[in-house]
Every structure is written in C-alpha cells, then in structure tokens.
C-alpha cells in the first residue's frame, strides 16, 4: 500500500510538470493501451487534465491536417452543390455517431470503475451486455478494433510517405535534379526510422508542435492563393456523376474523423462534462474545422476546377517562392507528424500483442525491430500506391467507415439491450441506420478505390 502511495504521488509530481501537448499525448497512449482501473486516478486527471479551451485547440489540431488538402479534389468528385451539402450532412453525422459511442464509453467506464476505457474494451464490453447468444463476438469484435486502429495509422503512415515523396519531388525538379518520386520515397526512410525509434512520447512534443506550426503558416498561404483570380462561376459543375461519390466520401471521412484521440480529449479534461452537449468543446471545435473544410473545398474547386490535383498543393504555381515554401514546410511537417501516427499503431502491436511473448532480456531490440519493419513496410506500400487521393480514399473508405459508423451503432445496440430502444425503437432505427450507412459507404468506397489502384497500379 505504501509503495502505490509513492508511486502515484511520484506520478502526480511528473505529471504537473508536463504540458497540456505532453498530458494529451500521454492520454492517447491510455486510450489504446490497457484501461487504468482505479477511480484514484480519474480523480486526479480531472483534477490536473486540460481546461475547455486546450481540448479546444486539441480537438483543432486533431482533425485540422493533411486531410484539408484533398478537400478540393473531393469536391471535384461530387460537384460544388453536393460537395457543400455532404461535407455538412457527413459531418454532422460522423459527428452524432461520435457522441453515441462518447456516451457509451462513459457510461460503460462508469458502470465497470473503468476510468480511462479503450476503444477495444468498449466494444468488448457493449457485446457482453448485448444479446447472449452474441456474447461469443465479444473478443473477435475486439481484436477487430485493434486492426482497424493500426490498419488506419498505419494507412496514414502511408500517406505521409507519399506526400513527403511527392513534395520533395517537386522541390528536387526545380532545383536539383528531375527524379521519380519513388526514389525520393526511398532516400528518406532512413530519417522516418531514426525518428520512429524515438520511443517515448514526450520526447515527441516538440516535433508535433513544430508540426503545427508549420500547418497554420502554409494553409494561411494556399488559402491567399485560392482567392487570386478566381475563374467565372458558372464553369463550375454543380452536380457530378454518382460513380465518384463513394471517393468523396472517403475523403471526407479521412480529412474528419479521428475518433481514437476524439475519445480521449473527453477523459483528458479537468471538466469533462463540457465535452459534449449541444454547445459542448466538441461540437465547437468542429464546426469550425466543417466550415474551414467546406470553405477550402468550394473555394479550391472553384478555382482549379476539374484540373484540381489530389493535393491542392500540386495546383499552385510553380517558380514562385510562396508555393515552393509551402511545399517545403508541408513535407517537413508532415515528416514531423509521421512517428506519433505510428506511435499508436507500434503500442497496440507491441503492448497487446507481442511484449507479453517475448523473453525479458530482448524487449528493447524486439520493439526496435517492430518499429523498423513498420516504416519499411509504410514506404513498400507507397512505392506501389503512390497516389496520395486514392490511398487517403482507401483509408477513410475501410477503416473509419466501421471506426467512425459501423462499431458505434453496434456499441449502442448492445448497450441498450437490457434497457429497451425506445417509443418505436427509436435508438435502434438510428443505429441501424449507422450500420448501414457505414457499410453502404465503407463497401463502395473500398471496392472503388481498390479498383482504380489495380488499374493504376497494377502488380506484376
């Protein structure tokens, strides 16, 4: 008792040293681990968590990314009109699934003195409580929560390779040596390892600030450029062609959706009762992040029109230096952000899955090894793909249709078994109507960015 005593004040001291950057961080690496088991504790997050306007932030830097920049394109797919409809009606909708599952949690949390509950054992838990002949799914569905975290972080981890390769590509062109971006792809691995062997998260801070700014100052400069002469209006289309929806939708889900940290910022305040509701640090930080989507789809649609690249990046003119800076501070940026997007899906391999296997003597080179097959393994699937739009399509299409939809309305069936759903089965129609958005938008998107990788792509 003595010796717990010591180690949570010697907790506490370390923690109130750390800043509200660091306390997030170290939260998502709760949210996806092992769930803490003592109240003891969520006392004193709440008591030492971050105030409304750090999650605020927080919830900004979270969703605000490289997502933003294949808006444009998104809107291509779908025309200007439907673009600026779905844009709000997913949102929204992603976003009322995100309260569910939020309420689900916590109230699951509260039921089993859970205080800091994974995505994992949320599911798990909901299906126990769910229907009994069920219950058998309880682990499968659990284990499927894990894939579909380190399938998307790693799909991100993808993107980025991409991204850099081809933003490096294009600073190469202009002023060394015109290179296939694969190449370019290659040269950098080695950096991507040294910096995912970093194995602490607080050491990861600074990178993530950096990160950060340098997002702010280059969407600041391509938001200048997509308002200089803008074509006349009515070249828009305003309604495209329903086949290239399911890659709107895809998109769109990549660019908002990060409900793994989402889950996290609720349990992570000083006064988590704030999180949601109507006026709640949640809906407030999206709305801004649905309007500064929608406005930098419309308006850089609007100005490159069909010729809209998958990176809007790729729209801007060459042999200025604005845009050359752009390019270059976005790939450092997003360099920067590429081990905390693998951070998670190193902790659910390692921590879940292979630590408890391995001899004690070994963890450090086991760990070391995992983390350099995960990068090799990020730039191989780049080399193959390298289509920046269709990869992120794939990405939100696969794992945040089920993530962000479909595991939701099952976590709400199963919750509300022993309670009932309703006048009319009221919760129930909604969260069937979860599942089957999901599904019908996850199948579709998946099959068609799959199709046009095969054909782009093609593997020998």
Known sequence: MERKKRKLSSQR???QELSFQQRLLGGVQKSFGPPLAYQAILNFEKEHGMSNLETFINVLKCVFSTGCLAMPKAFSYSGWLIGLISTFALTLFVLYAMHILLHNV???GNRYEIPMISYRKTVELAICNGPPRLKFLSKPFGYLVDV???????GVDCVYVVFIGRSLKHLGDLYLWQLDE???MVLIALPLILTFLIRDLKSLVPFATTSNILLLVGYFIIFSYLFRDLPRFEQLEAIQPLKNFSLFFGTVLFAIESVGV?????????????FLGIC?????????VIIIYALFGFFGYWRYGQETENSILQNLPENEFLPELVSGMFALAIFFSYALQGYVTVDIIWHNYLEPEVEDGSHKVVESLVRIALVIASVLVALQYPDFGLLLAFVGSFCLAQLGLILPGIVDICSRYDKGYGTGKIFLIRSTIFIIMGLAG??????????NLRARY???
């Not at 709640?280 to 801004?288: A, E, I, Q, S």
């Open 458 to 460: 093609p593997i020998i």
């Open 148 to 154: 579909l975290l380190c399938a998307y972080h790693f």
């Open 106 to 108: 916590n109230a699951l």
């Open 13 to 15: 001291r370390l923690d």
């Open 182 to 184: 694969r190449l370019y």
């Open 262 to 274: 989402i889950l996290t910022l609720g349990r992570s305040m000083r006064t988590p009762e704030d």
């Open 442 to 451: 996850g199948i579709t998107g998946t099959m068609m960015t799959l199709r």
């Open 280 to 288: 709640g640090v949640l809906n407030r930080g999206m709305f801004v």
